[in-house]
């Protein structure tokens, strides 16, 4: 019973490893991980706020480039005090007028461009929030997989263990086994009861973390067995894709808003203009004289003679923006550049040394737990040397599964980089 046991045990862990190859099935009960991040996407209130926002910034875009209300005027002038009689001197009358502002040069339509610029990089902005949640959604799911699971195996092993107490301590009533052997195979057995503790508490904190993304409604669905399959392929992971990542999008919109006040500010040199028409009507004269009406046009405009203090430093700030902001899209580059490499040596590490388990490490421990049982069994060799091999062989088959997970993390952390296939 023992053997076989033992045996269905190591095939379920190899299969639990393979399966990272095999695409997620869509089961209505269970919750997997292309579901997590479509439920996440759906209910995330700041990705609502960056859409917001980029409207916001594009309907100022219109206002920006549209001139200013005119200006509407009604009144009355020059009415003598004495009588307040509105034909009694000749220039009483009765003004309407409007006037009309024109700023600067083409300073209409450089402002308009900056806000579409600040919409764009709020766009961008919502870009990013799509990567980040979709990378942080996959971790999350991916670490509540490894405790759910890790807690299978050791499920599967505890067993092992309660089977080798019931050998043990039928070998000692027979005279064939040492009391020591008993005790630490029981020693061994609340140890894995300890684990399974700890592997709970562990869950507990994944769930706990995934929830906030998706919700109490789905956090309560089993998640799916099976790992997604995932883009292996060398050209998803060029680092040319990192050009149209969304963090250079924000920051290359923002050297644009920065190069539009530039413009802004060498506007300034050239005038503001106002046009004024007024009409002025009269009342006759008590001796009924007739009274022409009045119309008057006037045209203003600022002068920007005194530039030193004014005008010019404006553009010389404007300028200091343009290049911080130049030099914060190079920093942002090699930022991501740097991140890239990281996380490239991550999978390709993970990758390999998942690989091996599988292939290798599993297969050595699985030979090894047989041999040591099977020396215990014919009495050649020692109880100790057998806990140690099942130890060993429970610590390997967890350290492969943490290694797959792990692999696809970094594999989340790539794809946030270089974006979706």
Known sequence: ??????????????ALILISNVQAENLPQTLSMQEAVAIALKNDPILVSLQDKEQAFRESSVASGALPDPNIKFGFMNYPTDTYKSNQEPMTQTQLGISQMFPAGDSLQFKASRQLDFANAE???ALNQQRMLIRKTRKAWLELYYWTHALKVVKENRQLFRNLVNVTESNYAA?????????????????????????????KKAKSKLEKLIGNEFIQQPLSDNLPAINTARNFLEPEKLNSHPLLQVTSAMVDARKNGVEIAKQSYKPNWMVDLTYGQRDDAPNGTDRADFLSAMVKFSVPLFSGNLQDR??????????????QLEDKKRELIQMYKSNLSDYEQYSKRSERYKKVLLVKANENSDAALSSYQS?????????????????MQLKALRLEVNR???????????GEQ
Request: glycine content about 4%; overall charge positive.
């Open 123 to 125: 766009q961008a902005k």
């Open 1 to 14: 019973m023992w053997l076989h046991i033992k045996q269905a045990t190591v095939v379920g862990i190899v």
């Open 379 to 395: 009495d050649r060799g020692k109880f100790t040397e057998l806990i140690r091999a099942q130890m060993t062989e429970l610590n």
């Open 408 to 418: 696809y993390k970094s594999h989340s952390d790539l794809t946030y980089l270089v």
């Open 175 to 203: 005279g064939r086994q040492r009391q020591q052997d008993v005790i630490r195979a029981e020693l061994e057995l609340e140890l894995l009861a300890d684990k399974e503790l700890d592997i709970l508490a562990s869950i």
């Open 314 to 327: 404006k553009v010389a700030a404007s300028k200091r923006r343009h290049h911080a902001a130049l030099n």
